[in-house]
Nanobody, 124 residues
Framework: QVQLVESGGGLVQAGAALRLSCAASGGTFSMYRMGWFRQAPEKEREFVTAITWSGGSTYYADSVKGRFTISRDKTKNTLYLQMNSLKPEDTAVYYC?????????????????WGQGTQVTVSS
């Protein structure tokens, strides 16, 4: 059973940066495509970014393109999300997820495993 544990969330001011981490265990991390999603209060869970198993391809939501960067370290079984120039609208619980499928990585249904989430709050 794959376990994903996020960390790195917190309360920051607009314009600041945060780096989220997602530690994976119990599976073959290098074989999974990975993604980050977020969910704000009373909103649907939304796609943020994803990365292929090789790390060769990345995908971003338009709202974060140019500000967020996804990366993975296979030697540490860890996924990262570097978030720069944070805005109040980035406030949400951020989840990492792992996918063994071959479909659209922007869809939550494609992911088999999810972390418990980490809260990011950006004040104006």
């Amino acid at each position: 059973q794959v376990q994903l544990v996020e960390s790195g969330g917190g309360l920051v001011q607009a314009g600041a940066a945060l780096r989220l981490s997602c530690a994976a265990s119990g599976g073959t991390f290098s074989m999974y495509r990975m993604g980050w999603f977020r969910q704000a209060p009373e909103k649907e869970r939304e796609f943020v970014t994803a990365i292929t198993w090789s790390g060769g391809s990345t995908y971003y939501a338009d709202s974060v393109k140019g500000r967020f960067t996804i990366s993975r370290d296979k030697t540490k079984n860890t996924l990262y999300l570097q978030m720069n120039s944070l805005k109040p609208e980035d406030t949400a619980v951020y989840y990492c997820a792992a996918s063994t499928g071959l479909g659209d990585l922007k869809k939550p249904a494609m992911y088999n495993y999810w972390g418990q989430g980490t809260q990011v709050t950006v004040s104006s």
